[in-house]
């Protein structure tokens, strides 16, 4: 591909991508240093003003979490290079959330408006939340959610306010103990949203809350809960975008969803960090009878990601789903996949992952589907395909699948591709550039995916994956 | 007997080479070194913990009159084989040279113990050289330090064999071990095929089985192997096989699994040349408390050759099956066609099947895919049986056959086949109520 074209495809294609790489001179008002030990952990606790409870329950994290060795003997040994002491886990301008955009300080509104919240976006946005580093800076809820009883708060502030309906699930979905980084993360958590839906509320619009890392070393630890009563349907958005650092960053969050009788999540995510942050999150569902859970996962960005969200059926006729898209760049590794745990006659479940390998890129589906034998007429379907675009790119494909029970089915294909010297061809004799035909190609592979996300989210997912395509080819 | 009982003593004849000293010690150092596989490896993920100790089964002394004349009553499996072995506890009780014609050719089929003696050039390239990688290289080791029965199998370059090839292992003593080796050499051009059977002489005596076969396939060989295990309920069963697939390679294996209390059954195959054709077919019915755990791992080096893995298991009562394989496909393997395909049909709802199958492409054009299914008889095909008067026991009997079928008839003998069936409906006789 020759140069001109490139440009000109960059012209065409301009994402705001470099203006997250930025940062603002450190001022922190809290900051817990560097390194983890109980003290951290018990300062972290006092800054927050938390009950006696709380601070337990992180010090007790901190035991699992020092006590667990790290996963390498089945996932990726670049964990290894991950050290502790060098993190900064905790870090607050000292501020309680604002209510009013006003309330909000100059240089935070910069970022934000930098990372693209538009006004207008936030007008149309039922509440947004972003959050500047661990504290939620910007909360607002509009009116009628209010009315209807929706709480849509920050985690400290969730577990002041109402410890009556978040402590109850707290650590529940996932418990501390589930994994090193949930013990990790249940130690150090700050910041995050809890969000609790009301019996029979169903939120047209959803929900959206951004991300962002900002300071050098130092991970993120976000804890999400959202609880949907009985009948409620909600659905809630994620992005991240993270400054690029010269060294690397630790993301893990933990996000619980409980899905009581006939309620329905959908969880969105796009995660695109800069390519030296290790995105290790747990997150999991609960799904009552007759309730549905949806995740919808799109990782771009990240050095290492390892994520598997899961949805538990616990109730008869409990519904699971998980959608991901995962894009791996060189030296990017992108391990993802989904479990579903079906706990309750007539459940079903449906995995549909596609992943795109670029380069050097690692892309790794891991995926572990379970049917105990008292179950009966439970279904699970498994779609894996991978798209190789380079000779060196490299796609793992690693299911586990238990089945018992009577009229249980389940089914798993894979799938390993490339684009076709054919569709190339074709395209490129009616005037596309191959640069262009590639990303047409790669966008055809995942579009029936990108129709799952909402408007917004698919036009800028699109755009992304152009700009990752760049100068693969030719 | 001393306290070390850990360290299994190497078995040696008078005049074992030093390679294969060195090589039976580093094995019996495995054995003694290694830790017992733990659920937490992810080789042994889904199996269940061992509960016999291995170091309980030690080698047996020459079998009875009585046991020799049951096994070699029922050595019957392959019929008109061109030659043939039977080794009763690991001890050679009847065998058949082959013709003089072949023996003239160069052809080579003889014992472990004898081709230690007198072919140690042809043995040392390949003979225990590598251990398996799929999770049982402790048991490696043991069988490392305790071979001698078996067979060596050399087909010089051109050299056609039409009939099969058969040896029959039986397992009699209780509490013995047994240790069958099978090793192909197919030079160029070659065709030959060797079927193993694995079985007891008695309903009652609990054996232990750790058998190895490695195949060596040089360019444009055609090697069939087929393994028949049949072991009685009580037997633990270990069979580590290997192959290397050179270039324009027809090689095929056939995994028939019937017996045994707990088997596990690790096949790696090792495609280095292009245009080779390798296919892995399995057929497994399990039933009471058994446990069929394989493992399998295909792994291309060169391109343009292709690899069809196909397993199917039936599973009756709490019996359990686990299938864990991995395609990988090294870089610069272009044009690589692989498949792997693990059926499970679940005849009792307490039965239970594991499908981990796996892929690792670091090359971009390739057809890869792998599927698993698990699932229970159709409704909808046993109706349509049964509304035109099939009885019931009879319809299901011929779902499973037929579930069957696609790997029996890739058997390639009818004859063969034939008896397949047989031990098939023998086993479901019992099993499908009426």
Not at chain 1, 313 to 331: C, P, Q, T, W
Request: net charge negative; charged share 25%; aromatic share 8%.
């Amino acid at each position: 591909m020759s140069e001109s074209i490139i440009n000109e495809q960059e012209e065409a294609i301009k994402v705001d991508y470099e203006k997250g790489n930025f940062s603002f001179p450190e001022d922190y008002t809290y900051d817990a240093g560097t390194g983890l030990s109980e003290e951290t952990v018990a300062y972290i606790s006092k800054v927050k003003n938390e009950d006696e409870w709380i601070k337990e329950f992180r010090l007790k994290a901190l035991e699992i979490f020092n006590k667990k060795p790290m996963p390498t003997h089945w996932a990726s040994k670049d964990l290894e290079n991950i050290i502790f002491e060098n993190i900064r886990y905790y870090l607050s301008k000292g501020q309680k959330p604002s209510r009013t955009w006003d309330e909000v300080p100059d240089d935070v509104k910069e970022t934000f408006e930098r990372l693209g919240i538009p006004e207008q976006e936030r007008k149309f946005l039922a509440g947004v939340e972003a959050q500047f580093d661990s504290e939620a800076a910007y909360s607002r809820m509009k009116e009628d959610l209010e009315k209807e009883g929706v709480i849509f708060v920050g985690s400290s502030e969730g577990l002041e306010k109402y410890p009556e309906i978040f402590r109850p699930y707290f650590g529940k979905v996932i418990p501390s103990a589930d994994n090193k980084f949930s013990a990790l993360n249940s130690a150090v958590f700050s910041g995050g949203s809890f969000i609790y839906v009301p019996k029979g509320v169903k939120l047209k619009q959803p929900l959206q809350a951004y991300f962002r890392i900002n300071a050098e070393n130092f991970g993120q630890f976000e804890r999400t809960l959202i609880i949907a009563d009985e009948g409620a349907e909600i659905t809630y958005m994620e992005g991240c975008t993270a400054p690029k650092f010269e060294t690397a960053t630790l993301h893990s969050a933990v996000v619980e969803l409980v899905a009581l009788k006939n309620a329905k999540i959908q969880y969105i995510t796009v995660q695109n960090w800069s390519n030296n942050v290790f995105n290790l999150v747990t997150k999991r569902a609960h799904a009552e009878e007759n309730a549905e859970v949806k995740w919808i996962d799109c990782n771009i960005g990240s050095r290492l990601t390892m994520k598997y969200p899961g949805v538990v059926l616990k109730g008869r006729k409990a519904r699971g789903e998980v959608l991901s898209i995962a894009l791996a760049n060189d030296g990017q590794h992108q391990d993802t996949g989904a479990k579903m745990i079906h706990l309750a006659d007539e459940t079903t479940s449906n995995i549909i992952s596609k992943s795109i390998s670029i380069g050097k890129g690692r892309s790794t589906y891991r995926g572990q589907v379970h049917m105990p034998k008292h179950l009966k007429n439970c279904k699970n379907n498994t779609e894996c395909d991978a798209l190789l675009i380079n000779t060196n790119s490299r796609t793992d494909t690693y299911p586990a699948i238990t089945t018992r029970g009577e009229g249980n089915t389940v089914q798993h294909e894979a799938s390993v591709s490339k684009v076709s010297a054919e569709q190339i061809f074709y395209m490129m004799q009616r005037g596309l550039s191959e640069g262009e035909a590639m990303s047409l190609a790669v966008n055809g592979f995942v579009n029936d995916l990108l129709k799952a996300f909402p408007m917004e989210y698919s036009v800028e997912l699109k755009r992304l994956i152009d700009m990752e395509m760049e100068g693969s080819v030719g | 007997m001393n306290t070390t009982l850990n360290q299994p003593t190497v078995i040696s004849s008078a005049n074992e080479p030093q390679w294969l000293l060195d090589r039976r010690t580093s094995g019996s150092q495995n054995y003694s070194n290694l830790p017992v596989p733990a659920a937490k490896d992810e080789n042994w993920r889904f199996a269940s913990v061992l509960s016999q100790d291995i170091h309980a089964f030690k080698p047996a002394p020459m079998p009875n009159d009585d046991a020799i004349q049951h096994a070699l009553s029922h050595s019957t499996l392959v019929e008109d084989p061109i030659a043939e072995f039977i080794f009763v506890d690991d001890h050679l009780v009847q065998s058949k040279p082959l013709s003089k014609e072949l023996v003239d050719k160069g052809v080579c089929f003889v014992s472990i113990d004898e081709a230690i003696q007198k072919h140690s050039d042809l043995l040392e390239p390949h003979f225990l050289k590598e251990s398996t990688r799929l999770g049982s290289q402790k048991y490696f080791g043991l069988h490392a330090s305790a071979v001698k029965a078996g067979a060596l199998l050399y087909v010089p370059k051109g050299v056609e064999i039409d009939k099969p090839i058969a040896v029959y292992h039986w397992s009699n003593q209780d509490k013995g071990l047994i240790c069958p080796h099978t090793l192909i050499i197919a030079e160029a051009q070659t065709k030959v095929s060797l079927i193993d059977v694995l079985a007891s002489t008695t309903e009652e005596n609990q054996g232990c089985n750790i058998s190895v076969s490695n195949i060596e396939a040089h360019p444009s060989a055609n090697v069939y192997r087929k393994v028949i295990q049949n072991f009685n309920s009580s037997t633990l069963s270990f069979q580590l096989d290997s192959a290397t697939a050179d270039r324009d390679t027809q090689l095929e294996n056939i995994a028939i699994n019937l017996g045994a209390a707990k088997a596990r059954y690790e096949n790696q195959i090792k495609i280095n040349g292009s245009g080779a054709h390798v296919t892995m077919y399995s057929l497994s019915v399990a039933e009471g408390t058994q446990e069929f755990d394989q493992r399998t791992l295909q792994t291309h080096n060169a391109p343009n050759s292709v690899s069809d893995l196909l397993y199917k298991n039936a599973l009756f009562d709490t019996s359990r099956t686990i299938f864990s394989g991995l395609i990988q496909v090294e870089e610069g393997a272009q044009q690589t066609d692989a498949y792997q395909t693990n059926r499970n049909l679940l005849l009792d709802q307490r039965a239970d099947a594991n499908a981990l199958p796996g892929l690792e492409i670091l090359a971009n054009d390739v057809k890869c895919s792998h599927g698993a299914t698990t699932g229970n008889i159709d409704n909808d095909e046993l109706f349509y049986m049964l509304s035109r008067g099939i009885p019931h026991r009879v319809a299901m009997q011929l779902i499973v056959l037929g579930f069957f079928e696609e790997i029996i008839e890739k058997l390639g003998s009818d004859s063969l086949a034939e008896n397949i069936r047989k031990l098939l409906e023998q086993k479901f006789a019992s099993k499908i109520k009426p």
